[in-house]
């Protein structure tokens, strides 16, 4: 099969399927820590032959950007015939009670008792 093909059948599959995939591979090249990582991550695309990682984990992105973690992603990626990566760190969003939270902890410290946490 040559390159073109491989091209052509990368870019029919979703960004998900491509991503599973680079999981695989990593849980089978014994890259244990970046496996684990990575199957936390889902927001996955495939642009103009580019694939984009992003997440708003700092520890997830440090580790993604890590030089031989970062190798370990080329090996798996290539052998999909995918031969550019972007690791994207976003911004983390917070919802209106989520902030809420954070500013009653903080005016109560350990006097605030929520239920079910």
């Known amino acids: ?15 998900r399927d491509i991503w599973g995939k680079v999981i695989i591979y990593l849980r089978e090249h014994h890259a244990v820590a970046l496996h684990i990582a990575c199957g936390d991550i889902t927001d996955v695309d495939f642009i103009d032959d580019k694939f984009i ?29 995918i031969k550019d990566i972007e690791i994207i760190k976003k911004e983390k969003t917070f919802t209106k009670a989520q902030i809420d939270l ?16």
């Open 53 to 81: 990682i992003r997440t708003a984990e700092d520890f997830i992105y440090q580790l993604l950007e890590n030089e031989d973690n970062k190798k370990e992603l080329y090996s798996a990626f290539n052998s999909l015939g």
């Open 1 to 15: 099969m040559t390159n073109t093909n491989n091209s052509q059948n990368i870019a029919k599959q979703s960004p």
């Open 102 to 117: 954070k500013i009653l902890r903080e005016k109560f410290g350990d006097l605030l008792e929520i239920e079910g946490e």
